[in-house]
């Protein structure tokens, strides 16, 4: 499956598709190709950036060839918005990267105000308890998600706010470790790496790849 396979990524909220050129290289070394999808992030409701995904989804060609998706933050809940229900096409593997599966606690109880205005109104729907996260589905193709346990980074504002408030829950700074996960069986794996710039880590990396190749991560982390 893994030869020539096409891997759509998709990244998360202000950001571009720019941010996974490191892993992009990556999977064309492995044969894969790489598709850095883009969308307008602070623009977009969480729905509507679904919407858009999907629609993009349905309308690539080769239909009967494996598709594989990697989503970083609010591109794995767009991932799995968009494959419900499954588009008529052939589906590989998901790999999600600091997900908020079940909602972001932090934008629910401890939100700034000037968040919104930051980040757009999508950051309205990632709250836990939120409608929009209530109505995902989950993958029903094989999915691994990649969490982090590195609370702090000084170029994180989610992690000074935390800091600030004297959270002391395991998260990447941003998303709780706890929040990461699905309901449905999946694999699953937690390193030592901060939501920022967690995309771009090399283990991260590694793990998305062998993910896509063997349908499972890799037990054997590194830090």
Not at 24 to 32: N, Q, S
Not at 85 to 114: F, K
Not at 194 to 218: C, D, K, S, W
Request: charged residues 20%; glycine residues 10%.
């Amino acid at each position: 499956m893994a030869g020539g396979a096409r891997v759509v990524l998709v990244h998360g909220l202000a950001r571009t598709g720019r941010m996974f050129a490191p892993m992009a290289r990556t999977l064309a070394a492995h044969g894969f190709q790489p598709i850095q999808y883009g969308f307008p992030s602070r623009r977009l409701t969480a729905p509507q950036a679904v919407a858009r995904f999907r629609d993009y989804v349905i309308g690539l060609d080769r239909p009967h060839e494996p598709i594989h998706f990697v989503g970083f933050s609010l591109g794995a809940l767009m991932i799995r918005g968009a494959l419900s229900p499954p588009p008529d096409r052939a589906l590989g593997r998901v790999v999600m990267i600091g997900p908020p599966n079940r909602g972001v606690r932090q934008l629910r109880d401890r939100q700034p105000w000037w968040t919104p205005l930051v980040f757009g109104p999508a950051v309205r729907d990632l709250r836990a308890g939120a409608a929009f996260i209530k109505s995902l589905p989950e993958p029903e193709i094989p999915t691994g998600v990649i969490a982090g346990t590195r609370g702090f980074s000084a170029v994180n504002p989610s992690s000074w706010v935390r800091l600030l408030n004297g959270d002391r829950e395991p998260s990447d700074g941003t998303v709780e470790l706890a929040s990461t996960r699905l309901r449905r069986p999946h694999d699953f794996i937690a390193l030592p790496v901060n939501h920022t710039f967690m995309v771009r880590h090399p283990e991260v990396i590694r793990q998305t790849v062998h993910f896509l190749e063997q349908g499972a991560l890799a037990r054997n982390a590194r830090a």
